[in-house]
Nanobody
Framework: QVQLVESGGGSVQAGGSLRLSCVAS????????MGWFRQAPGKEREGVAA????????YYPDSVKGRFTISRDNSKNTVYLQMNSLKPEDTAMYYC???????????????????WGQGILVTVSS
């Protein structure tokens, strides 16, 4: 059974940084596209980053491009999300997700991912 466990969330002031980690188990992690999503209260879940199976391709929406960086260490079954220059509007629950495919779509969307972590809260204060 696929299991994804996030860590690294918390509270930070605007302009600060956080690094989220997601450890995967129960499946062939290295052959899967991985993504990070977030959901703020009252809003739909949105993709903030995705990375192909080999790590050679990454995808970001304009709202986080240049501030967030996704990476993966296949030897550790771990995907990371480095978040810099955080803004109050980045406050949300952040979720790690995995596809049953190594290919990532250019615009990551929730219905493209089959497996999800429990989520972790990121709070950015002004």
């Amino acid at each position: 059974q696929v299991q994804l466990v996030e860590s690294g969330g918390g509270s930070v002031q605007a302009g600060g940084s956080l690094r989220l980690s997601c450890v995967a188990s129960g499946y062939t992690y290295s052959s899967r596209c991985m993504g990070w999503f977030r959901q703020a209260p009252g809003k739909e879940r949105e993709g903030v980053a995705a990375i192909s199976a080999g790590g050679g391709r990454t995808y970001y929406p304009d709202s986080v491009k240049g501030r967030f960086t996704i990476s993966r260490d296949n030897s550790k079954n771990t995907v990371y999300l480095q978040m810099n220059s955080l803004k109050p509007e980045d406050t949300a629950m952040y979720y790690c997700a995995a596809r049953d495919d190594g290919y990532c779509y250019t615009t990551p969307a929730p219905n493209q991912f089959e497996h999800w972590g429990q989520g972790i809260l990121v709070t950015v204060s002004s």
